[in-house]
């Protein structure tokens, strides 16, 4: 056996079903695209899904949609032949792990403290009723800081992100391939959604990308939650983009200004490239508003 794990603080807690998105699932084009040596990411409806095969077998991170499940397994036996060994959570929400349940008969769930408190019970975002996962989709082995997986080759580290995008992210990295997956903490080219109900922070957000742009290198490999496949440039810039548009906000803030008044004057204009149909202007400059006032 080729495998160990290295668990810090480890606890075996659950994990959340999912609310799968109002679409045609038929309709949906699952796609490998390769990111370095043996490491891919799949594109299809969701979170960025990022894979691991080699002599060991297959682990992937994230798994979107369960009805995407069969076309996931299609394009993974398309890279490799071996058996699925491993599923990463990057957080809990449905778009990364809706597949639990699924890959959870054949894998081993992998994934922080909170994603399993949070998909083992009902959760609430706004008027919407988020029902508890079926156990089978609830990660067995859970972490609170760090936990490595030494798998294919190299050691894979998963980190905790403490109140970023929520409360229970993590970041995977593959030490020797050096490809970091940033699941929703890093939205390529867009404005973040940053789940303030669930335990995310704008000022945790910025902290935690520039953690993670000291580990990083040049040439390191950034599989985002979201968007095209980056490198280290690309988490720089969307980190500049984080810490602008949040003094821009919080200077009008300082200043007394309205919520309507601050969304009025709107961000620079070099910004307006990142807004997208799903978190646009003014939706950032909401969510970075609210984040401050309760954190005053």
Request: glycine share 10%; proline share 4%.
């Amino acid at each position: 056996m080729k495998w160990i794990f290295t668990v810090t603080a480890a606890a075996l807690f659950l994990v959340s079903n999912p609310v799968d998105a109002q679409q045609n699932w038929d309709e949906v084009v699952v796609e490998a695209h390769p990111v370095v040596g043996n490491i891919y990411m799949l594109t299809g409806s969701g979170g960025n899904i990022g894979v691991s095969v080699g002599e060991d077998g297959i682990l992937i991170i994230d798994d979107q949609y369960a009805p995407l499940a069969d076309k996931i397994k299609s394009a993974l036996r398309g890279l490799h032949a071996g058996p699925l060994k491993f599923v990463l959570n990057t957080h809990f929400h449905g778009d990364h792990v809706g597949g639990n349940p699924i890959f959870g008969l054949e894998a081993t769930i992998i994934a922080h403290t909170n994603v399993r408190k949070r998909v083992s019970t009902r959760q609430q975002r706004g008027a919407q009723i988020i029902p508890a996962m079926v156990e089978d989709g609830w990660p067995v082995i859970t972490f609170d800081e760090e936990v490595s997986v030494h798998f294919n080759g190299e050691e894979i580290r998963l980190v905790h992100l403490p109140n970023a995008h929520t409360d229970n992210d993590s970041y995977v990295y593959f030490t020797g391939s050096d490809v970091v997956h940033m699941g929703d903490t890093f939205f390529n080219g867009r404005f973040p959604f940053v789940d303030l109900g669930s335990g995310g922070s704008v000022n945790g957000l910025i902290h935690n990308i520039a953690e993670v742009l000291e580990l990083i290198g040049p040439d390191t490999r950034v599989i985002p939650g979201h968007g095209d496949l980056g490198g280290r440039a690309d988490l720089q810039s969307y980190h500049d983009m984080l810490v602008a548009t949040t003094e821009t906000v919080r200077t009008m803030m300082a200043e007394g200004k309205t919520l309507d008044e601050i969304t009025a004057a709107g961000l620079p204009d070099e910004w307006s490239g990142y807004a997208s149909d799903f978190v646009p202007e003014a939706r950032w400059i909401e969510t970075i508003y609210n984040s401050y006032n309760s954190a005053e």
